[in-house]
T-cell receptor, first 115, second 110 residues
Framework: DSGVTQTPKHLITATGQRVTLRCSPRSGDLSVYWYQQSLDQGLQFLIQYYNGEERAKGNILERFSAQQFPDLHSELNLSSLELGDSALYFC??????????????FGAGSRLTVL | QKEVEQDPGPLSVPEGAIVSLNCTYSNSAFQYFMWYRQYSRKGPELLMYTYSSGNKEDGRFTAQVDKSSKYISLFIRDSQPSDSATYLCASKDSSYKLIFGSGTRLLVRP
């Protein structure tokens, strides 16, 4: 157990629907990262929060949004889902700010299937 | 062009072989370089990280960075079947973003 908790583990939904993925970071970690992993794209950086504030944005679609709450847990909202959104979504946390190696600890992932 | 490029493999070797895994990167601002290992259906876990150029050794694993050629390597000595996994290289500059390669799948045959 890495200490990063993601729910749900598996999710099957239909095109056009909206889902919310949840992440609790490791105790003491202030940064939360979201990554999408699909077979043909590898691990793609979506967005990152540090102590409640958005600090970096990657290839996140406008249909996707995220936030980090005061208790440091984070949610990734995916709306108007398309078949191509089917992927593993990973949350990772780290204790550090932007400087330094910023070692990430990953959760087990949420597998989203859009039918 | 992706910022971090990695051969997807698969790479198949016999048990006990020395494995060489490689990545190239394009961003000269990258200062930190990491290797993560990912078993099937699991989250990636950190193996090693290095700062700037040079070598770092940890047991059977050696990470090497050559900033002049923008080349990152991971060597695994005496490879074991339990090393079979996908290996992801990752790089970072002074910002928050950690950019991953697409991963190389390694299979160590008993």
């Amino acid at each position: 157990d890495s200490g990063v908790t993601q729910t749900p583990k598996h999710l099957i939904t239909a095109t056009g629907q909206r889902v919310t993925l949840r992440c609790s970071p490791r105790s003491g970690d202030l940064s939360v990262y979201w990554y999408q992993q699909s077979l043909d794209q590898g691990l793609q950086f979506l967005i990152q929060y540090y102590n409640g504030e958005e600090r970096a944005k990657g290839n996140i679609l406008e249909r996707f949004s995220a936030q980090q709450f005061p208790d440091l847990h984070s949610e990734l909202n995916l709306s108007s889902l398309e078949l191509g959104d089917s992927a593993l979504y990973f949350c990772a946390s780290s204790v550090a700010g932007p400087s330094g190696a910023n070692v990430l600890t990953f959760g087990a992932g949420s597998r989203l299937t859009v039918l | 062009q992706k910022e971090v490029e990695q051969d997807p493999g698969p790479l198949s070797v016999p048990e006990g072989a020395i494995v060489s895994l490689n990545c190239t990167y394009s961003n000269s601002a990258f200062q930190y370089f990491m290797w993560y290992r990912q078993y099937s259906r699991k989250g990636p876990e950190l193996l090693m990280y290095t700062y700037s150029s040079g070598n770092k050794e940890d047991g059977r694993f050696t990470a090497q960075v050559d900033k002049s050629s923008k080349y990152i390597s991971l060597f695994i000595r005496d490879s074991q079947p339990s090393d079979s996994a996908t290996y992801l290289c990752a790089s970072k500059d002074s910002s928050y973003k950690l950019i991953f390669g697409s991963g190389t799948r390694l299979l160590v045959r008993p």
